[in-house]
Structure formats: C-alpha cells, structure tokens
C-alpha cells in the first residue's frame, strides 16, 4: 500500500519571527538529598520557557522506576503543586518544546519515556535530525511502531536498538551519534545514570551545572542553572558524552570529528540574553551586533529604539557606538508573552498592536532609527514601521542585527521555505519599499561571526550564507511524519 506524505498549509502566525527549538533540562540529585528533582525540574523549565511554548514534560527515575507527565501547554498549564508532590524520585528530565518536527499533540511532546528489555529510557531531544527519515524507515521495516510524528522518536528508538547490542547505556548513545545526522543535544535518563550528549557540530547549545548540595545538572542554557542557584561548571563540548553516576561525572567522546557549527541565531535572538552560551555571553553579543550596525549602515537621526526584547540590546550597542541617543519607543504587553510561537495563529494585525505599542512622547517629530533582530515575511515588520510613524515619527530608518534569511534551516529553527521569506529574490532596496521604510540596513555575514566575544566554537550561518555544515534534504517539510491514505479516485 502507497502512502503520500500529507503537506498541511502553513498558517502564517507572527510573520516576522523565528521559532525556538526547544528547551531540555537534567538533575541527579546526591545520595541522601531531601530536594525533590520534579521541583527543580519545574523551575528550570519556566527558565527555559522562552525556548518553547507548545508544550513541557518532567520525567522522573524513582529507585529506577521512571513516571512521565508531560501536555500541551506552558510549564505553569501542565504542572501544579498536586502533580510535582506526586512525583518523587532522584533523578529528572525535562523539557519545553516548540515543534520543528511533527504537529502540536500531547504524543509530541517530551520527554519520550519507554520501556525496553534492558530497563527504562527517558529522553528529551532540542534540534532537528537531517536523516530521520530514512532511519524511521529501517525501523519500521523491522517492526518499530511509532506513536509520535516527530524526529525524537526515531532518535530514541536508535538509542534502544543500540543499547540491545552492548553494555551500557552510554555506548549506546556513542554508537548513535555515529547514525545520526544533524543538530541534537540529548539529556538522558536510564534507572541509574543521566546523560548529556552533544552533536559533533554543536548546533545547539547545552551546559552543566551544579548545585550547592552537589546535584548535577544538563540545560540548555546558564540562565536554568541560574534560577536554580547552581555554579556553572562548563559548556558540553561538540561530540561528547557525559554521564553522571552514583554522584560522579565522566566524559567521553563519540569520536565523530566535524567543524564546530554552533548556531549563530541563539546570539542574536533565541537564547535569554542573562544566558552565556559557549563562553560568550548573549547580552553582549547583541550589544556587539548593534555596534557593527552602526558602522556597516550609519544615518543621521535623533533618536535609537528597540523592537523588545530581542532588538533592544542591539538597540543600545547602535546608541552607544553612534552618539546617537537611545530612547523607548515601543512598549511592550508584559501579558501577553510570546505568543507569536503559536503556530496558525490568526487575527496578526490586532496581535501585533495588543503586544506593541509606540510611545508617541519619544518618537513624534524625530527622525527615528528602528532595531530589530530579524526579518523573515516583512508583515508585522511593516506594521511596526506603520506604528511608529502613526506616532508621529517624521523618519524611520530600519536596522536588523542580522543578516538577511534567504534559505531554509534544517538543524532545529523554524524558518519557512525560501518563497516565503521576504529577502529571497529581493534586493534591500526593494524589501525596503515593501517595509516602508526610509532606509534599511542588515548585519553584514562577517559581522556576524564576530558578535560573540569569547566565543569557543564556530558558528553555523546557513539560514544566511545556504552553506550547510552536512549534506540537507532539498527541502524541509515540518510535517513528514503525517502521512494520509491516497484517494482511492
């Protein structure tokens, strides 16, 4: 019987933004600890919130026994003090998730917990695989059957099949990484061991921490660790594995050697700007992107806003590079979130003006220059020049602290398909026409490689650049797990 891949229309959301991967988090807890891993899972997942909106999970190991909630939703919609008490144990994964791959369901989202003949497994996966397909398929010729329509599935159905072929749970994992292709960074939880891994390329990032009390801890990003109260420890390095045991950590590699590629997007706009990722630090490197904009692209104009949050930090290093002085022109709805990061959201035009607003006192009168991370349509982005010039603004000239999205991406970040991306096939002129601006300016390619000070890995740009650090599909399809019955004609 012939299947065909079932292709649901996207519905524009918030055309202008890029869509987080997802967020994953890991304790163990020392022997004798009274804390509970549910709890601390919890706050490190409301940290991490920004990274994913569709949906959370916490699994916990009790004496290796792991119990699994997870639901559509934010973290504070899925869990309460009733569920957290009711979940002990001394170890937990966690997980926030904004889909990249498979539909928004209760059975996408993570962690994946499962059983298998050699014990329990629970994984909670940020990134995107390149050849999940083809790996899906072996499976499935071999029997698999799977419930969800995401790529972490196939992910940890590999980790198990490995696992039946050797000793422990962390060759299992090394010998997966040696299939696997793309971005991934994994926190795992067996009955007695957590684990952290990392793709070779260090797409996506992950960090340990630990606790005062000598708890380790796996998260995507420092600002968990910081909610937590736990000491940086470091960044896990492209291709590792780290393994906590019985309170202690080990390391080994997967032995796939490969250009770091880490992804330069979590600089400019996903991660938390309080996070340092990679031993350079968010807040600065937006900063930085701000500086080089105004070198690359200066105008005379009175005044330098921020499209919040991500805009503002770049906005600042523009005011501060250029003379020019900073103000707030846009006022942001502090209750209404992220909410761009609902896919099929409808009714744009209403949405942007109810999360932003302009400030007529800073802008009326001025020649205004406007900062924001990126462009992906250009419709909200023109909604905001509208905004500002509503307000009385008598110029508004346009900088983005990163260059123009002219190609897909297929390692974990949502943006759409290249005739859906206002820069493709346009010059700046001609997209400057469309945004209604008096001038537009991007972060150019070489700038962006050198917003992050201090950085320890190299930086993947092929949502800019279409160079791919490994070999891509021709075409990145959110949904190839759906599949239908053809019509019978």
């Given amino acids: 019987m012939k299947y065909r891949i079932k292709k649901s229309p996207r519905t524009p959301w918030d055309a202008d933004a890029i869509h987080e991967e997802c967020g994953v988090f890991g304790i163990s807890l020392p022997a004798g600890s009274e804390a509970s891993p549910a709890h601390e899972a919890y706050v490190a997942l409301f940290a991490l919130q920004h990274r994913g909106q569709e949906a959370a999970g916490i699994a916990v190991n009790n004496k290796g026994v ?35 791959t498979g539909k928004q369901s209760r059975e996408n989202a993570q962690p994946i917990a499962i059983t298998h003949v050699k014990g329990n497994l629970a994984v909670a996966h940020n990134g995107n695989l390149v050849n999940a397909g083809e790996l899906r398929r072996e499976i499935e010729l071999g029997g698999g059957i799977f419930r969800s329509s995401n790529d972490s599935e196939v992910l940890v159905y590999t980790i198990v099949r490995e696992r039946l072929k050797v000793g422990s749970i962390e060759e299992a994992v090394v010998n997966t990484m040696k299939m696997i292709k793309g971005a991934y960074s994994l926190v795992i939880m067996s009955p007695r061991k957590l684990l952290a891994a990392r793709d070779p390329h260090g797409f996506r990032p992950l960090c340990i921490g630990k606790s005062p009390e000598g708890a380790y801890i796996f998260a995507s990003e420092t600002c968990a660790l910081d909610a937590l109260g736990a000491a940086f420890v470091r960044d896990v390095e492209p291709g590792e594995v780290c393994v906590v045991e019985d309170g202690k950590l080990k390391s080994l590699h997967c032995g796939v050697e490969a250009k770091t590629s880490a992804c330069v997007f979590e600089y400019i706009y996903f991660a938390r700007p309080d996070s340092v990722i990679d031993g350079a630090s968010v807040e600065l490197a937006r900063q930085e992107a701000g500086k080089y904009l105004s070198i690359e692209h200066p105008v005379g104009a009175d005044v330098v806003i921020g499209v919040p949050d991500s805009g503002i930090p770049a906005a600042i290093g523009y005011a501060k590079c250029s003379g020019i002085p900073y103000g707030v022109g846009l006022i942001k709805n502090r209750y209404i979130g992220r909410t761009f990061i609902q896919p099929g959201q409808e009714k744009r035009e209403r949405s942007v003006r ?82 209604g601006v008096d001038s537009l300016g991007f972060l150019s390619l070489e700038a962006a490689h050198k917003i992050a000070l201090g950085a320890k890995v190299g930086f993947c740009d092929a949502c800019f650049s279409g160079k791919y650090p490994v070999d891509v599909p021709e075409q990145a399809e959110k949904n190839m797990f759906e599949s239908e019955l053809p019509s019978q004609g």
Avoid at 80 to 99: C, F, I, K, W
């Fill in 66 to 100: 792991i119990h699994c909630h997870k639901d559509v939703g934010l973290v504070n919609d899925v869990f309460n003090q009733e569920t957290l008490d009711a979940m002990p144990g001394q170890m937990a994964v966690g997980h926030v998730r904004y889909s990249t």
């Fill in 354 to 435: 109810l999360k932003l607003n302009a400030l007529r006192e800073a802008v009326a009168g001025k020649r205004v220059i406007m900062v924001d991370d990126s462009i992906v349509r250009g419709t909200t982005c023109a909604r905001l020049v509208k905004l500002i010039r509503d307000a009385g603004a008598k110029e508004v000239h346009m900088r983005i602290s990163a260059p123009p999205f002219r190609h897909p991406c297929f390692f974990g970040t949502d943006i759409p398909e290249r005739t859906q991306l206002l820069a493709h096939g346009r010059t700046v002129e001609e997209m400057r026409q469309i945004i």
